[in-house]
């Protein structure tokens, strides 16, 4: 198999390092492509007494994830783990992004029920109907007078999310949604700027050449100090509003309804203890803000640049939604073209580029055994910009996600373009796929369709380019203008 060149010690962390190294840690799905660009289809690097492998094929990726088994392996965030174990006044356990095994299983199995099921995700469309229509208020209040412009949108798209979490897990407003709320010290500003730091400090721990703190058997320095103060201010204040709702809960005894919270849910089973709800709703927090919102903002930034596009979602959300301010379950199922949109921005700006998988046994990949214990790395950002998986893979075409009518064939039977299921998995695949993304996609669809309602979307700057943080965010703030129809 192909790799990575060697150094004694070091291994392939020297591509790592300053001034010689050949990955720039905030770019590393780029690093992933000159990879592929050099090495094929898969190769491996060693870091410590590790082996990794890359795959960049489809075919593989599937064979991967069909043998992950009932307790997929996924490595990464050790350093949030640890910090975990020395907050157990907080967390229970150390959450689902960090727990592998049978705890996963069950932790798992008992969570899912909540926020997997179509039926109780849509009994959240009403407050989430009403946090849209707030925010499409909010942008109204605060686009310049003069040229309709918005400066640095994804931070408002951080309010939006936080404010619809809120709502959601704890039946709560944190108020960031506020027309005059712009001060930096309000519980909601820090919750944002917490989550975003731990986000950035967690990628450069888990990096393979700061990670030598393994060998200490715990991180050192000012990026471990920055991490545990970023990550007690975010705790403690959002368990402050946990308190409150656990509270509230005890005094006001209310049947599982629409009306009552994800925690309020937990609470409510006797087979989940409360510190295993409390961290439940702590990585609801934590994974619910830079994701959704720089999904969204990826979307968004596609429209504004392709109006043919954004007409074509116009003209649909008029058929489907008209000038209604509430969006229904039922008009969710037909906007198959606004989520067409959101599926190709998907593919060309994953939030998460890569999925990791650790087998328990041994493999066969593109002709090479792959024996268990490896961590694999699928490179879903390299796939979907292949010319096999995509012709054109580097043009927005969200028409390639639409099913077509095959006039040759006799019954007209509906297709779409031949993509492979595994190229693109913008929430993962399998029992550990990402676990919110039915929130995740209800919220983006009743967003981008408000936007679109309301406004001629356009966009002025350089091209999008994104840099890594443990999820990818715009490298430089997104300026918008949003004229009122």
Known sequence: MPGVPQIPILKSAWTLLPFIGTTNLLRFHEAAFQRYKTYGKILWEAFRDRRLVWVFDANDAE?????????????????????????????????????????????????????????????????????????????????????????????????????????????????????????????????????????????????????????????????????????DQFTQICFRYIEKTKNRVKEVKTEQNQDASILQLLLMRPDFTPSEAVTMILDMFLAGIDTTSHSTAYTLYFLAKHKDVQAQAREEIKRVVGKSPVISEEMIADLQYLKACIKESQRLNPVVFANERTLSEDIVLSGYRVPAGTMIVIGHYVMSRLEEYFPDPFSYKPERWLRKVNSVSANKRSYKEDIHPFAVLPFGFGPRMCIGRRIAMQEMLLFLSKILQNFEVDYEGDELRMINRTVTCPEKPLRFKFFKL
């Open 63 to 231: 064979v991967v994830f069909r043998h992950e088994g009932k307790y997929p392996m996924r490595e990464g965030f050790e350093a949030m783990a640890l910090y975990r174990k020395m907050r157990p006044q907080y967390y229970g356990s150390t959450g689902l992004l960090l727990v592998h095994g049978k705890e996963w299983y069950n932790f798992r199995s008992k969570t899912q029920t909540y926020l997997l099921r179509p039926k109780l995700v849509h009994q959240y469309l009403p407050i989430m109907n009403e946090i849209a229509n707030e925010m499409i208020e909010r942008i109204h209040s605060i686009r310049s007078r003069s040229d309709s412009s918005i400066d640095d949108f994804v931070k408002e798209l951080y309010r939006y999310a936080l404010e619809t979490i809120g709502l959601i897990a704890l039946d709560c407003r944190l108020g960031s949604l506020k027309k005059d709320e712009t001060d930096s010290s309000s519980d909601a500003q820090i919750i944002i700027k917490c989550a975003n730091d731990i986000l950035m400090l967690n990628s450069l721990l888990d990096s393979q050449i700061l990670a030598m703190w393994r060998l200490l058997g715990r991180p050192v320095g000012k990026i471990w100090s920055k991490f545990i103060e970023a990550n």
